[in-house]
């Protein structure tokens, strides 16, 4: 049975019950269709918007008009994307897992995998980064590039400015004392070629990515950074 068909079947049971006016086990049919990642071809041809909205407004049910009214607000939401930037949400999505190759990076759906994927997802819905969306959505930013993307990249504006502020602060912080480095001879100068350092470690990025190490030549005083 195909998506288009499955839905039918529950959009038909629903147009039964509306026309019988026994709405019992419509909950079951609505969970059900929550489960069902729709694409904007099924919802048009199916029209099972409208199946669910009679059911809506015939159930007394509480729990029935609830969901019934998220299911079709989320739909909404897809028409509206579509009308906006003619972008169908679920085949994008579907593009970002298949043609960028998530998979084929990792070679399974591990933790890793699925952690790449809900980052996409996390940053994707956002409200607070409508940017990132409406980039992906009018095709400025490609499939294949918002699925390597990393979370700085990713991240809205107020984000990033906040990230550079705090960034900053740790090298001037860095500069100015040094108080809590380690020495090390692990590290080489460039300017004098000593081996008399000091290092200290600040999260400047995410969580997720690497930690930036500092260091500083004691007998030159020359500093760098690498990540």
């Not at 502020?165 to 040094?178: M, N, P, V």
């Not at 692990?186 to 997720?208: E, H, I, L």
Request: overall charge positive; proline content about 1%.
């Amino acid at each position: 049975m195909t998506e288009n068909q499955h839905v039918e079947r529950i959009g038909r049971k629903l147009d039964k019950m509306v026309q019988k006016n026994n709405t019992d086990g419509a909950l079951d049919l609505l969970r059900e269709l929550k489960t069902i990642t729709m694409s904007l071809e099924t919802l048009q041809s199916t029209r099972v918007g409208m199946s669910v909205n009679a059911v809506r407004k015939q159930s007394s049910d509480q729990e029935v008009q609830t969901l019934a009214k998220t299911l079709i607000k989320s739909w909404k939401k897809l028409i509206d994307d579509y009308k906006t930037f003619g972008a169908d949400c679920s085949l994008l999505a579907a593009q970002i897992e298949e043609r960028s190759q998530i998979f084929e990076d990792f070679k399974s759906t591990d933790i890793k995998y699925k952690a790449r994927l809900r980052s996409r997802i996390s940053n994707l819905k956002d409200q607070k980064n409508p940017d990132l969306r409406r980039n992906v959505l009018s095709g400025n930013i490609s499939t294949q590039r918002i699925a390597s993307m990393t979370s700085e990249e990713m991240a809205s504006e107020e984000l990033k400015k906040i990230r550079e502020t705090l960034t900053q602060e740790s090298i001037r912080e860095h500069q100015l004392s040094k108080v809590g480095g380690s020495k090390t001879d692990m590290f080489v100068c460039k300017n004098c070629r000593g081996k008399n350092c000091t290092y200290t470690q600040v999260q400047t990025r995410s969580a997720d990515e690497p930690m930036t190490t500092f260091v500083v030549c004691n007998d030159c005083g020359k500093r760098w950074k690498f990540c």
